[in-house]
């Protein structure tokens, strides 16, 4: 039984797009959470460094022998901090998404300083990269009531935040449109596999074969239906040895098993816009804000019994 409803008609007859995509975050997250005392915690700063300085220059090595371009998403603070691992993923042609600009979540911030957060990440990240960034992905999937207006009048063509869909749809706000591209937290490599205590992870590490197979699932259940398989891995946890030779083994299986487009999520979006505008697909349509403030039923005034479910009579 097909499970995706829509399917996308991806290019040249591919009934899959697969993105492993990487959020680059190094120490910023900790940063994030201990802004007085990070500095102090060496341990959790040298297991995050290695992201960028060990993990990348290796994920680089395999998309190359693979001959496949793919998405890091960078918080601009960490491309300012790691010029070498910048030059890798640029000079290697994978596309560099926004990723705040110290892995601040926006839902917590104002709309005054998420604009200002964004714009400083926005304008940092394109003058390191030289790229024009169009595709962004909020620190810990956090977006808020004003993201996408953000990204919309900063000319965005995607955000990849989000999992309410099995392929990408439109997030439709103000007449305004954005292309989102799921994924899900199945694909996560920090459910399964992220553990430091400084940062509150402490989930029992699971084999990279069991990851593996989670991560798998998914891909078997949509990949002869149009469907989509997007990865959100960290460098300082899928790139270690291990979670990297499974990384080749998924990509190896998914060649052999079904026809894939391995691309950046950029050319995801862009194809995404081109069948949505000359009529070949019609993405599902989803009108935002979902809700325009707290529940009004939280009122408990508002309530009264519904009539003649009150009273039974007996008999
Ligand atoms: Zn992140």
Same mark, same amino acid.
């Given at each position: 039984m097909r499970m995706i409803r829509n399917p996308v008609p991806w290019p040249d007859g591919a009934t899959c797009a697969v993105a492993f995509t990487w959020d680059v975050d190094a120490e910023s997250v900790l940063q994030i959470d201990h802004p007085e005392t990070a500095h102090r915690r060496i341990f959790s700063l040298s297991a995050m460094r290695y992201g960028p300085e060990i993990s990348v220059p290796r994920i680089?090595?395999?998309?190359?022998?693979?001959?496949?371009?793919?998405?890091?998403?960078?918080?601009t603070w960490v491309a300012e901090r790691y010029p070498a691992a910048m030059e890798r993923m640029v000079g290697d042609g994978h596309e560099i998404g926004h990723h705040g600009y110290l892995h601040e979540s926006p839902n917590l911030q104002s709309p005054e300083d998420e604009a200002y957060w964004f714009q400083r990440a926005h304008e940092g990240l394109e003058a390191i990269t030289g790229q024009k960034i169009v595709g962004y992905r909020a620190p810990s999937?956090?977006?808020?009531?004003?993201?996408? %207006?953000?990204?919309?009048? !900063?000319?965005? +063509? #995607?955000? &990849?935040?989000?999992?309410?869909?099995?392929?990408?749809?439109?997030?439709?706000?103000?007449?305004r449109e954005l292309i989102e591209i799921p994924a899900t937290i199945i694909h996560d490599d920090w459910p399964h596999c992220s553990h430091n205590w400084d940062l509150g992870?402490?989930?029992?590490? %699971?084999?990279?074969?069991? !990851?593996?197979? +989670? #991560?798998? &699932?998914?891909?078997?259940?949509?990949?002869?239906?149009?469907?989509?398989w997007v990865g959100v891995w960290h460098p300082w946890i899928s790139g270690r040895p291990a979670r990297a030779r499974m990384m080749i083994e998924m990509i190896e299986y998914m060649e052999k098993r079904a026809k894939c487009w391995f691309a950046p999520l950029k050319d995801i979006a862009a194809h995404i816009a081109k069948i949505t505008a000359d009529g070949s697909w019609t993405p599902n349509v989803h009108e935002m804000p979902y809700h325009a403030g707290k529940l009004?039923?939280?009122?408990?005034?508002?309530?009264?019994?519904?009539?003649?479910?009150?009273?039974?009579?007996g008999d």
């Open positions: 680089c090595d395999i998309f190359a022998e693979f001959g496949h371009k793919s998405t890091f998403y960078v918080p999937f956090d977006v808020s009531p004003v993201t996408q %207006s953000l990204l919309n009048d !900063a000319g965005y +063509l #995607y955000d &990849s935040s989000l999992m309410g869909d099995d392929v990408p749809y439109v997030m439709r706000e103000n007449g992870a402490t989930n029992q590490i %699971s084999t990279p074969s069991r !990851a593996k197979e +989670l #991560y798998l &699932s998914e891909f078997d259940a949509v990949c002869d239906d149009g469907g989509l009004a039923e939280w009122d408990k005034s508002t309530w009264r019994p519904a009539a003649g479910k009150v009273a039974a009579t």
